[in-house]
Nanobody, 122 residues
Framework: QVQFVESGGGLVQPGGSLKLSCAPS???????????LGWYRQAPGNQRELVAT????????NYSDFAKGRFTISRDGATDTVYLEMNNLEPEDAAVYYC????????????WGQGAQVTVSS
């Protein structure tokens, strides 16, 4: 069964950086080449929200306002791996971060994985 697996989370001080990675398990070939890949996050008590997306070409990216200028999303087309580089992290960025693929209308393709916990604290 194919599932996205997130990694790279951890504890970081305010102002610090982390780079998250996410790749699909259960497959040895690219199967999301035509889909948009994205990162989402969910903090305790909050709904899951979109962080950033990257199109199938790897060129078109979109960021939520809180991510602009601080986060960078990228993808490896050969492996369907998606990355999220986060800089200047703030306590408000603490959340579980998830990745997923989506169709053109924004519909999520896969079930949600376990996510990567990001804690920002001094």
């Amino acid at each position: 069964q194919v599932q996205f697996v997130e990694s790279g989370g951890g504890l970081v001080q305010p102002g610090g950086s982390l780079k998250l990675s996410c790749a699909p398990s259960g497959t040895s070939r690219s199967i999301f080449g035509r889909q948009t890949l994205g990162w989402y996050r969910q903090a305790p008590g909050n709904q899951r929200e979109l962080v950033a997306t990257v199109g199938s070409s790897g060129i078109t990216t979109n960021y939520s306002d809180f991510a602009k200028g601080r986060f960078t999303i990228s993808r490896d087309g050969a492996t369907d791996t998606v990355y999220l580089e986060m800089n200047n992290l703030e306590p408000e960025d603490a959340a579980v971060y998830y990745c997923n693929a989506s169709y053109g209308d924004g519909t999520i393709v896969m079930g949600w994985g376990q996510g990567a916990q990001v804690t920002v604290s001094s």
